[in-house]
């Protein structure tokens, strides 16, 4: 799939200033040449890479101009993919994109694949498996604490400790072979010293793990439900936490009778939050399905806000919701504590916790929204904010390939306390290299590999 030169649009469809048509491959110089008329250095192609020329895009078939473009060439190895690569910089819109990309798969290049420049750069060995999965991650990345953990793993910071393990495991594994092979000449380790070398790996594996479902929570987001019975203040808060009037408030119950969600950023985590229908029996058969909705999100939720209104008390209702999401993951809120009093609500409340948060907030006036979005991070990450030197496990396929090796090293540690042989400990150890190698590449099956490309956007 190497030896061919394929083509495609690496700027999304629309109207704007550029937009690129990138060629890849032993013959994309020679398929520009046939596309591309310059206004000077007519041999363009001869000259080094990293040049940009000026020039215009023709139909190769009648010379008729295309548009007025700027060409750069990059020859290999020296590109992303390790191949030739040419960049036909267009005017930004859709019609001269697609006729210069058209030209381009007239004059001998294959259309390009989902992810297939990302898949020519690992095949090529530019980048390794897990970064080429921090490709897609940069470009989704929709905080600055996701761009930081992209970027860390682009650079390799988590490939280098997954080598480091797998190159411990491999002097392990020579030394167990070795004291098979030539056991007159080379002694075994003593028993002590491999069972802490094999407990050392097992440890410094396991924390990646321990750290997977932050690193996780960070790339993902996290989702969070705002439920109450009606005319608590439930699209007030969701107001309040936006920074504006996204829901419908007013003072008749039942407003709220469809889910409202949008997205906010808690400290560079993505938190998708959601404005439900008033919990409570209800005739109203509209309602009556806003309400299924709300008891169905409050299941999936990674975090809900339950509102109790001060001024009216802890009614029967709110108990029944206090009842009911007693044993998820919530923080009970005591809202329009702006209006005085509510002190006694807030005991009532604080007694029904037990070991939940109980925060006092006023939606209106927006009292307690910077500790509730502390509170909110806490709950859904329960550490520190990322910083730059931050080494995350964000990717379950990696906690996977993670937890398998760190099952494996545990095996063989287990082995080398009951004293089982070199030859025993050597499997469990080989696996455990291997499961290591699934998250660089070096041992992952074609399939995964397929998999992985197949979610990267067509010219990346």
Same mark, same amino acid.
């Given at each position: 799939?190497?030896?061919?030169?394929?083509?495609?649009?690496?700027?999304?469809?629309?109207?704007?200033?550029?937009?690129?048509?990138?060629?890849?491959?032993?013959?994309?110089?020679?398929?520009?040449?046939?596309?591309?008329?310059?206004?000077?250095?007519?041999?363009?192609?001869?000259?080094?890479?990293?040049?940009?020329?000026?020039?215009?895009?023709?139909?190769?078939?009648?010379?008729?101009? *295309?548009?007025?473009?700027?060409?750069?060439?990059?020859?290999?190895?020296?590109?992303?993919?390790?191949?030739?690569?040419?960049?036909?910089?267009?005017?930004?819109?859709?019609?001269?994109?697609?006729?210069?990309?058209?030209?381009?798969?007239?004059?001998?290049?294959?259309?390009?694949?989902?992810?297939?420049?990302?898949?020519?750069?690992? %095949?090529? /060995?530019?980048?390794?498996?897990?970064?080429? +999965?921090?490709?897609?991650?940069?470009?989704?990345?929709?905080?600055?604490?996701?761009?930081?953990?992209?970027? $860390?793993?682009?650079?390799? +910071?988590?490939?280098?400790?997954?080598? $480091?393990?797998?190159?411990?495991?491999?002097?392990?594994?020579?030394?167990?072979?070795?004291?098979?092979?030539?056991?007159?000449?080379?002694?075994? %380790?003593?028993?002590?010293?491999?069972?802490?070398?094999?407990?050392?790996?097992?440890?410094?594996?396991?924390?990646?793990?321990?750290?997977?479902?932050?690193?996780?929570?960070?790339?993902?987001?996290?989702?969070?439900? *705002?439920? /109450?019975?009606?005319?608590?203040?439930?699209? $007030?808060?969701?107001?309040?936490?936006?920074?504006?009037?996204?829901?419908?408030?007013?003072?008749?119950?039942?407003?709220?009778?469809?889910?409202?969600?949008?997205?906010?950023?808690?400290?560079?985590?993505?938190?998708?939050?959601?404005?439900?229908?008033?919990?409570?029996?209800?005739?109203?058969?509209?309602?009556?399905?806003?309400?299924?909705?709300?008891?169905?999100?409050?299941?999936?939720?990674?975090?809900?806000?339950?509102?109790?209104?001060?001024?009216?008390?802890?009614?029967?209702?709110?108990?029944?919701?206090?009842?009911?999401?007693?044993?998820?993951?919530?923080?009970?809120?005591?809202?329009?504590?702006?209006?005085? /009093?509510?002190?006694?609500?807030?005991?009532?409340?604080?007694?029904?916790?037990?070991?939940?948060?109980?925060?006092?907030? $006023?939606?209106?006036?927006?009292?307690?929204?910077?500790?509730?979005?502390?509170?909110?991070?806490?709950?859904?990450?329960?550490?520190?904010?990322?910083?730059?030197?931050?080494?995350?496990?964000?990717?379950?396929?990696?906690?996977?390939?993670?937890?398998?090796?760190?099952?494996?090293? /545990?095996?063989?540690?287990?082995?080398?306390?009951?004293?089982?042989?070199?030859? %025993?400990?050597?499997?469990?150890?080989?696996?455990?290299?291997?499961?290591?190698?699934?998250?660089?590449?070096?041992?992952?099956?074609?399939? *995964?590999?397929?998999?992985?490309?197949?979610?990267?956007?067509?010219?990346?």
């Amino acid at each position: 799939m190497l030896d061919d030169t394929i083509a495609a649009i690496a700027t999304p469809l629309g109207e704007s200033g550029i937009g690129i048509v990138r060629l890849s491959g032993e013959k994309a110089i020679e398929i520009a040449r046939k596309v591309f008329i310059p206004r000077r250095n007519k041999e363009w192609w001869r000259e080094q890479g990293y040049r940009l020329f000026y020039g215009h895009v023709i139909e190769p078939e009648t010379g008729e101009m *295309i548009d007025e473009v700027l060409l750069s060439m990059m020859r290999a190895p020296y590109s992303f993919t390790r191949e030739d690569v040419v960049e036909i910089n267009c005017h930004g819109g859709v019609v001269p994109l697609r006729k210069t990309l058209a030209a381009v798969l007239r004059c001998g290049a294959r259309l390009a694949g989902p992810g297939e420049f990302s898949r020519r750069a690992f %095949l090529n /060995g530019r980048v390794d498996l897990a970064q080429a +999965e921090a490709i897609i991650d940069i470009i989704r990345a929709k905080t600055d604490a996701q761009l930081k953990l992209a970027v $860390s793993q682009l650079k390799g +910071e988590l490939s280098e400790k997954i080598r $480091s393990l797998q190159d411990r495991i491999t002097d392990l594994l020579a030394a167990c072979e070795a004291a098979i092979d030539f056991p007159e000449d080379v002694d075994a %380790l003593p028993g002590a010293e491999l069972e802490s070398l094999i407990a050392g790996l097992k440890e410094e594996v396991e924390a990646l793990v321990a750290c997977a479902d932050r690193g996780k929570i960070y790339r993902e987001g996290a989702f969070v439900v *705002i439920a /109450g019975r009606p005319n608590v203040g439930k699209s $007030s808060l969701l107001n309040a936490l936006l920074r504006e009037g996204r829901a419908i408030v007013t003072d008749i119950p039942g407003t709220t009778r469809d889910v409202i969600e949008d997205m906010i950023n808690i400290k560079g985590v993505p938190v998708r939050i959601a404005d439900t229908a008033g919990l409570r029996p209800t005739f109203d058969p509209v309602e009556i399905i806003g309400v299924e909705k709300a008891k169905e999100l409050l299941e999936k939720a990674d975090l809900i806000l339950v509102l109790v209104d001060a001024s009216a008390g802890v009614t029967k209702e709110d108990r029944e919701i206090l009842r009911e999401v007693e044993e998820k993951n919530a923080v009970y809120l005591v809202n329009k504590c702006d209006l005085g /009093g509510g002190e006694e609500t807030f005991r009532e409340v604080k007694k029904a916790a037990g070991e939940k948060a109980v925060l006092k907030i $006023s939606a209106l006036t927006g009292e307690g929204i910077g500790e509730l979005e502390e509170t909110i991070f806490q709950k859904i990450v329960g550490s520190p904010a990322v910083g730059t030197d931050a080494l995350l496990v964000n990717n379950v396929r990696h906690k996977n390939a993670l937890v398998k090796a760190g099952r494996c090293l /545990g095996e063989a540690l287990e082995g080398a306390r009951a004293g089982f042989p070199e030859d %025993l400990l050597a499997v469990d150890l080989k696996e455990a290299w291997e499961a290591l190698g699934e998250i660089t590449g070096t041992t992952v099956a074609e399939d *995964i590999i397929d998999r992985i490309f197949a979610n990267f956007c067509i010219g990346k």
